[in-house]
């Protein structure tokens, strides 16, 4: 079974930025794609970005585009999100998450496994 932890939350000022880790385990974190969501309260959780098992492929929500970055390190089972510039809008918590195959989706209910969450809050 995967197992994600996330880890790099925190608060800071609006434009200010931060970096999510996602520390995995599991023997088929190599070959699982990973993803960010992120849900605000009384909101429903929301696609952020994702990342195919090699990493040669990434997908992002057209708001934070242009913003933020995920990559992954296959051999430290770690996938990161890299949040520049950000918003008040952003704030959240963000998990990371993975499914059970190579090619990410958009949707909750397609990824198999989940982090605790991190909370990131973005001060105006």
């Not at 089972?77 to 704030?91: A, C, I």
Request: hydrophobic letters at 35%; a positive charge.
């Amino acid at each position: 079974q995967v197992q994600l932890v996330e880890s790099g939350g925190g608060l800071v000022q609006a434009g200010g930025s931060l970096r999510l880790s996602c520390a995995g385990s599991g023997r088929t974190f190599g070959s699982s794609a990973m993803a960010w969501f992120r849900q605000a309260p009384g909101k429903e959780r929301e696609f952020v970005a994702a990342i195919t098992w090699g990493g040669g492929s990434t997908h992002y929500v057209d708001s934070v585009k242009g913003r933020f970055i995920i990559s992954r390190d296959n051999a430290k089972k770690t996938v990161y999100l890299q949040m520049n510039s950000l918003k008040p809008e952003d704030t959240a918590v963000y998990y990371c998450a993975a499914r059970g195959v190579g090619m990410y989706a958009l949707r909750v209910d397609e990824y198999d496994y989940w982090g605790q969450g991190t909370q990131v809050t973005v001060s105006s």
